[in-house]
Nanobody
Framework: QVQLVESGGGLVQSGGSLRLSCAAS????????RGWYRQVPGKQRELVAT???????NYGDSVKGRFTMSTDVAKNMVYLQMNNLRPEDTAVYYC??????????WGRGTQVTVSS
């Protein structure tokens, strides 16, 4: 099993920045995909960024050029730097790890609210 805990969310004004963190523990060596997703009530969970360990991240169209995902393998941490935030970025942000056998793990999420 893999446990994921997100942090760093909060309230920020439009144009501001936040850095989300995801702390992973457990059998992380059995996973090879890292990602961030977000969800607004009543809508489907949306891809923000994802990468294979050691590879370059792929970003959702709505965040390209503004968000940057990074990983610290030694510390089992994944980060999401979010710049130039917009009100439409308001959502609960979830960290995701994907396993070699198709298993997927989620954190509980962290709320990001961007005021106009």
């Amino acid at each position: 099993q893999v446990q994921l805990v997100e942090s760093g969310g909060g309230l920020v004004q439009s144009g501001g920045s936040l850095r989300l963190s995801c702390a992973a523990s457990g059998r992380t060596f059995s996973t090879y995909v890292r990602g961030w997703y977000r969800q607004v009530p009543g809508k489907q969970r949306e891809l923000v960024a994802t990468s294979i360990v050691g590879g370059r991240p792929n970003y959702g169209d709505s965040v390209k050029g503004r968000f940057t995902m990074s990983t610290d393998v030694a510390k089992n941490m994944v980060y999401l730097q979010m710049n130039n935030l917009r009100p439409e970025d308001t959502a609960v942000y979830y960290c995701n790890f994907g396993g070699l056998n198709g298993e997927t793990y989620w954190g509980r999420g962290t709320q990001v609210t961007v005021s106009s």
